[in-house]
């Protein structure tokens, strides 16, 4: 079955480490797109790719670095740098052509401890 | 309704009631528009679409208008089920340079009463 597959679904921090949010999609998608959601908030662009080995900064980029090395992949990390990480972490993709749905994957609960 | 910006509302609706849910949004130049559900901890699912020359648009036990004058979209659910309690999204397509992106509201969550 094509789908979006994010891991792992729930992610402890601790202060000071950088960790890598995996997403996986096999929908032959040229679009993929990281979403931050807090608490009683709607989702917030954090980084997106129209391409393979291409990527743009979104609206809360700071605090984040992104790769596309494969079409499938576009994994997220949330480094040091970002003082607030504990949030849930979507991601997306779409045919990027503009004026078609994304499709999202499940989600992944990053939590700082 | 929702608003890009605001904090969640909230819509309480009795078993078998219609629900309308509202969302304004910001780009004057955007031309497609979503309706998403997103379920506790769960992904956003896409419930319906529309483009910006059409201004109705209707699906099973769901409707969506837009009215591009006031830059209003609205989601009506017809014969609302408890399976119906999720947050709501709409979501603005914008054109920006090299990039179709999707701008996304506050959201809306609905709670059915049985």
């Known amino acids: 079955d094509g789908g979006i597959t994010q891991s792992p679904k729930y992610l402890f921090r601790k202060e000071g480490q950088n960790v890598t949010l995996s997403c996986e999609q096999n929908l032959n998608h040229d679009a993929m797109y990281w979403y931050r959601q807090d608490p009683g908030q709607g989702l917030r662009l954090i980084y997106y790719s129209q391409i393979v080995n291409d990527f743009q900064k979104g609206d809360i980029a700071e605090g984040y670095s992104v790769s596309r090395e494969k079409k499938e992949s576009f994994p997220l990390t949330v480094t040091s740098a970002q003082k607030n990480p504990t949030a849930f972490y979507l991601c997306?993709?779409?045919?990027?052509?503009?004026?078609?749905?994304?499709?999202f994957g499940q989600g992944t609960r990053l939590t700082v401890v | 309704g929702e608003s890009v910006g605001l904090h969640l509302p909230t819509l309480s609706v009795q078993e078998g009631d219609n629900s309308i849910i509202n969302c304004a949004y910001s780009?004057?130049?955007?031309?497609?528009f979503i309706w998403y559900k997103q379920e506790s901890g769960k992904g956003p699912q896409f419930i319906i679409d529309i483009r910006s020359n059409m201004d109705k648009r209707q699906g099973q036990r769901v409707t969506v208008l837009l009215n591009k004058t006031v830059k209003h979209l609205s989601l009506q659910i017809a014969a609302t089920q408890p399976g119906d309690s999720a947050v709501y999204f709409c979501a603005e397509n914008i054109h920006q340079t090299g990039a179709n992106n999707l701008f996304f509201g506050t959201g809306t969550r609905l709670t059915v009463i049985p």
């Open positions: 780009n004057s130049a955007s031309d497609y």
């Open positions: 997306a993709s779409s045919l990027g052509t503009g004026g078609t749905e994304a499709f």
